[in-house]
């Protein structure tokens, strides 16, 4: 069956198509009496939303969000939290020839053999557009975990990353990327322009920070914090890898340079200080009050105007190219939906803890 849902005590149900008159979230397990109205959900939405500047896609949707149900008098009451997004800038004419022939690199095949059926508009479900319900999701997931503060920015676009010695956080919002080296975002400016002119595109990597989650939250073995934070990033459209902490990189270091050699903490702080956070703030499974550090890679986006090599759905050979109006670069949008996905995820780990060992 189709799996929509994620979260255990904290869980979001994601709905609607790319093309389809409207999209959203349904937020249920939030606990009653927080404040909420769309105003605090909107700026989260309109980081991710469409049409911004030339390095994303074109198309033109306002993202504005109502909430439907579980608010009363600005109050969340402990009922499910319904959020609409509608779609107001569909132009499903241009996918007449992806119904025709399946798009490489794109879900177009694999739902074709798993449904023997597929909304080839946008891609329906497959569609990154569906990232917009989680981001909205997200924001209500923030107001249960205040103590936490999330960064998330680009390191990478078109295998150039930035120089760690430049690293600015103020510089992040001050380009299109999400970029905090702002030499390395005059340079992706070229690199995403050229692939936007010629009908191509390029990968990226995200990098995810949450500051302030306390140790303690996460499960020793099936509900591990690093775990469902990879599942949830996983989960993302065109996401292909998720690393926790050093990641890949801790495979090539001795024990004695991955270990995170503990000092004892200030008078008065019931934690050590932490020499290293090669770990990336959990360690078996469970945080350690170190930042919680991810990051995420995504492909480029599938949908291109290059022609490709592809077969349609009779097993015939051809040609396909995809008009319409795509990212070059899909992984600058997603950069708000890392950082919902974190907070998703947080949120639900703070309430799995709290169900299991009470306040802390």
Same mark, same amino acid.
């Given at each position: ?44 939405? $309109?980081?991710?939303?469409?049409? @911004? ?7 033109? *949707?306002? $993202? ?6 579980? &608010? ?17 800038? @569909? ?6 020839? &992806?119904?025709? +022939?399946?798009?490489? =690199?794109? +879900? ?47 390191? *990478?676009?078109?295998? $150039? ?49 949450? #500051? ?10 099936? +509900? ?20 926790? =902490? ?24 019931? =934690?050590?200080?932490? *020499? ?16 919680? &550090? ?17 077969? $349609? ?12 109006? #795509? ?12 950082? +919902? ?7 639900? #780990? ?7 060992? =009470?306040?802390?």
């Amino acid at each position: 069956m189709s799996w929509n849902t994620f979260g255990r005590v904290f869980r979001m149900t994601t709905w609607g198509e790319s093309h389809g008159p409207a999209l959203g979230a349904v937020v249920d397990g939030c606990p009653p009496g927080l404040s909420l109205s769309e105003a605090d959900i909107q700026p989260w939405l $309109d980081a991710r939303r469409p049409g @911004q500047n030339k390095f994303t896609t074109q198309r033109q *949707e306002p $993202d504005a969000v109502r909430v439907l149900s579980g &608010v009363f008098e600005g109050k969340t009451t402990g009922t499910p939290i319904s959020l609409m997004i509608e779609n107001v800038d @569909q132009r499903s004419k241009d996918y007449s020839e &992806v119904a025709k +022939a399946y798009r490489p =690199g794109h +879900a177009d095949y694999a739902y074709d053999a798993k449904y023997g059926f597929r909304d080839y508009r946008g891609g329906g479900r497959s569609s990154a557009r569906e990232t917009a319900a989680r981001v909205a999701a997200g924001a209500v997931a923030r107001l249960v975990i205040p103590e936490v503060r999330i960064e998330a920015y680009v390191v *990478e676009i078109g295998g $150039d990353g930035i120089d760690r010695a430049n690293f600015d956080p103020s510089e992040v919002g001050n380009n299109p990327f999400w970029c905090p080296d702002a030499e390395a975002a005059q340079r992706w400016a070229a690199m995403v322009d050229e692939a936007r002119l010629a009908g191509s595109s390029l990968g990226a990597v995200v990098e995810c920070v949450a #500051h302030g989650v306390p140790a303690g939250w996460g499960a020793p073995i099936y +509900a591990k914090l690093d775990a469902d934070l990879a599942g949830g990033m996983m989960g993302i459209n065109a996401v292909k890898a998720v690393e926790i =902490g050093d990641g890949f990189a801790a495979a090539r270091l001795t024990g004695e340079q991955n270990a995170d050699a503990m000092r004892p903490g200030r008078p008065g702080n019931d =934690g050590p200080r932490f *020499e290293a956070n090669h770990a990336g703030g959990i360690a078996g499974g469970i945080s350690t009050g170190q930042p919680v &550090v991810c990051r995420v890679a995504f492909k480029p986006t599938s949908s291109i105007l290059t022609p490709v090599e592809t077969i $349609d759905r009779e097993g015939n050979a051809t040609e396909i190219r995809t008009k319409g109006r #795509h990212d070059p670069c899909v992984g600058i949008r997603g950069t708000p939906v890392v950082a +919902a996905m974190m907070a998703l995820v947080l949120a639900d #780990h703070k309430l799995l803890d709290r169900a299991q060992v =009470g306040p802390r």
